[in-house]
């Protein structure tokens, strides 16, 4: 059982230090506005805030957080710093949903309350692959318009995104969707037919609209959802949607709840996706927020900090200075600039440079990462010889990254884990935590139950060690069978009532093959559990990822390869446009993963480097060293 403590007693668990900004976040009652630049804990911060107020009971039961996150993996990494900090009874009352899963789980569940017109099938699915084909096909053949006439003309050349987002994606209104003009009229009838067609289909931002809808729609459940929520967290928040903001104003706005939106406009990539220009300024505004801005960069070395404030002063001239709580100094230069001739010489020296930390300093493969604009299968493809020739591991991880960031993965991981270990240690704990959470309530019958837990995992993991113990599968098959024995342990129906958005048997399938059909491959490389988990896990293997990839993580050196004209042709556009910015700003993304040192690199074979002249410039007034190395 847990106890309320004064919050004058509360202290941060699990951290040295909170510097005085984030102390005024973690003990707000006011909704708070929150920049957070790269490396500043925000995260962490926000797990303390939830930590602060259920242990002190300013969020008292019933009530409960919620957290809204933008990628899967960042949902549940809060949720466990918060399980980490917190009793279990308190922690169960934090709720870390994507956007995407909250509202997919809100429409399922109260779809009913919709009237006949907008109301999905039970079985809807996410439309995420193929829908702009579709569309376009739909935007050929348009219904109700006669061929070869003025308006049909029109629509073979029009902009699909444009299209989508002004018209398929605007706000519905109470009476029905709008037909006074042909295109609206258009948008409203490939709602339709994505609604009332052999099986619902709609993408993530019109599942959003459509909960939106149902709110307004529906105040009686709108109240419920202001009852339950007394404090929200708004994660990333610099990358909201126009739908996403929609929602969030209309679940609570004027409502009781206490709002924290953290993130860092200097950090806004994502305007292609209908993010809102600068949704900061929206929110003080229409929520009366206060604005706090964190100072400190708990990532990078003071070298790098230094770096990243002249970038970000190109995008925000007022940028304060972070402080970097980094101590350990770095020999050599921290920024470099390598020019190459051939693309060949380029892989060699990238390969060559990691093996020679590797053995110089005890790195491994998955503390390197090499960030490109674009195109990470093809880069991938030209380093993995140089690599191989070395015995370095490299992939491209955006053919992982979506498998990996899943719950369900984790789960069989843990457990995987577990039984391919004689001294499971951590694993043991994570499992047994999960199970108990499965079953423990807050009462007085808790002790029997964790005793009971304990014991039935104790027989699972003799059980199941001796199973893992007969080999590694080489095939889907014998795969399955291993992951069947957790399923039937844990429990179907326990693992999709933990998490939501395996709630329908489809989804659930749907990631539990893209877990097989990722995994096999591997295993069938391998003759020893461990190995096969680790290089599944990404273990001692350097990623090639993409900017947006690229967001939320870091490395020790980032590699930020190919930063040439063909690429960055964006950096040639008109300082003031939107595509400037925005590339200005998925720049300083790429640069702040790095902990220790960027690496940038060009070569003359694949582009030339006049447009991106000016940034190189810049780097070099900061410092940068230039060279055309050897290897």
């Known amino acids: 059982m847990s106890y309320t403590l004064r919050p004058d007693d509360w202290e941060p668990q699990g951290v040295e230090e909170v510097e005085s900004n984030g102390w005024k976040v973690i003990?707000?009652?006011?909704?708070?506005?929150?920049?957070?630049?790269?490396?500043?804990?925000?995260t962490e911060l926000l797990a303390q805030r939830a930590s602060y107020l259920l242990q002190t009971g300013f969020c008292s039961a019933p009530r409960r957080i919620l957290a809204i996150s933008f990628k899967t993996d960042a949902a549940r990494n809060l949720e466990e710093r918060v399980l980490s900090r917190c009793d279990p009874d308190l922690a169960r009352r934090f709720d870390s949903y994507t956007f995407d899963a909250f509202n997919l789980t809100t429409l399922i569940r109260c779809r009913k309350a919709l009237p006949d017109w907008c109301q999905p099938r039970e079985d809807l699915e996410p439309f995420t692959r193929g829908w702009k084909d579709e569309l376009r096909s739909f935007l050929r053949e348009p219904p109700g318009v006669e061929p070869r006439s003025e308006a049909y003309n029109?629509?073979?050349?029009?902009?699909?995104?444009?299209?989508?987002?002004?018209?398929?994606?605007?706000?519905?209104?109470?009476?029905?969707?709008?037909?006074?003009?042909?295109?609206?009229?258009?948008?409203?009838?490939?709602?339709?037919?994505?609604?009332?067609g052999p099986q619902s289909r709609l993408t993530f931002p019109m599942i959003a609209r459509l909960t939106e809808f149902l709110l307004r729609k529906c105040p009686e459940l709108n109240n419920a959802l202001r009852s339950t929520y007394s404090h929200v967290f708004l994660d990333e928040f610099q990358d909201i949607t126009f739908w996403q903001y929609d929602f969030l104003e209309t679940a609570f706005k004027n409502a009781d709840a206490v709002l924290t939106a953290v993130g860092d406009h200097r950090q806004s990539i994502m305007g292609w996706a209908g993010a809102i220009p600068d949704p900061f300024e929206d929110f003080e505004s229409d929520f009366s927020a206060t604005?706090?801005?964190?100072?400190?960069?708990?990532?990078?070395?003071?070298?790098?900090?230094?770096?990243?404030?002249?970038?970000?002063?190109?995008?925000?001239?007022?940028?304060?200075?972070?402080?970097?709580?980094?101590?350990e100094q770095v020999a050599g230069d921290v920024c470099r600039v390598w020019r190459f001739s051939s693309q060949q010489h380029e892989a060699e020296k990238v390969a060559e440079y990691i093996d020679r930390k590797k053995?110089?300093?005890?790195?491994?493969?998955?503390?390197?990462?090499?960030?490109?604009?674009?195109?990470?299968?093809?880069f991938t493809e030209d380093l993995e010889p140089?690599?191989?020739?070395?015995?370095?591991?490299?992939?491209?991880?955006?053919?992982?990254?979506?498998?990996?960031?899943q719950n369900l993965t984790d789960l069989f991981l843990k457990f995987l884990r577990l039984g391919s270990s004689d001294s499971p240690g951590a694993y043991w704990i994570r499992c047994c935590d999960f199970m108990e959470s499965l079953t423990i309530t807050g009462t007085v019958d808790d002790r029997l139950e964790s005793q009971k837990v304990r014991r039935e995992l104790e027989e699972f993991h003799d059980d199941f060690r001796g199973v893992m113990r007969k080999g590694v599968p080489n095939t889907e098959g014998d795969l399955k069978e291993v992951l069947r024995r957790i399923i039937i342990y844990v429990g179907k129906g326990n693992i999709q009532s933990q998490f939501q958005e395996y709630r329908r048997d489809r989804d659930f399938e749907l990631w539990y093959e893209r877990l097989v059909d990722n995994m096999t491959p591997i295993l069938e490389r391998h003759t020893d559990w461990n190995e096969a988990l680790d290089e599944f896990e990404g273990k001692d293997v350097t990623p090639v990822m993409t900017?947006?990839?690229?967001?939320?993580?870091?490395?020790?050196?980032?590699?930020?390869?190919?930063?040439?004209?063909?690429?960055?042709?964006?950096?040639?556009a008109n300082p003031d446009s939107g595509q400037f910015q925005e590339s200005l700003r998925a720049f300083f993304v790429g640069f702040s993963r790095a902990e220790q040192r960027v690496i940038f690199t060009n070569c003359t074979a694949r582009s030339k480097c006049?447009?991106?002249?000016?940034?190189?410039?810049?780097?070099?007034?900061?410092?940068?060293?230039f060279e055309e190395p050897s290897l």
């Open 610 to 625: 006049h447009d991106v002249s000016w940034m190189y410039e810049t780097l070099n007034e900061a410092g940068a060293s």
């Open 386 to 405: 140089s690599f191989e020739n070395r015995d370095l591991k490299i992939r491209d991880e955006s053919q992982l990254q979506d498998v990996l960031s």
């Open 359 to 378: 053995r110089e300093q005890g790195l491994t493969g998955d503390q390197f990462a090499v960030i490109v604009k674009q195109c990470s299968s093809d």
């Open 547 to 572: 900017i947006h990839k690229s967001k939320g993580l870091e490395y020790h050196t980032v590699f930020f390869l190919a930063f040439e004209d063909d690429t960055w042709w964006t950096m040639q």
């Open 27 to 42: 003990q707000s009652t006011e909704n708070t506005s929150v920049v957070a630049g790269p490396g500043s804990g925000k």
């Open 291 to 327: 604005t706090e801005t964190l100072i400190s960069n708990y990532r990078s070395t003071p070298e790098l900090v230094g770096f990243q404030h002249d970038l970000a002063r190109l995008i925000d001239p007022n940028t304060e200075r972070a402080e970097s709580r980094q101590d």
């Open 154 to 196: 029109r629509l073979q050349t029009i902009d699909i995104e444009k299209f989508y987002h002004e018209y398929v994606l605007d706000i519905i209104p109470e009476t029905g969707f709008r037909e006074d003009t042909v295109r609206k009229r258009l948008a409203a009838a490939w709602w339709q037919e994505l609604l009332g």
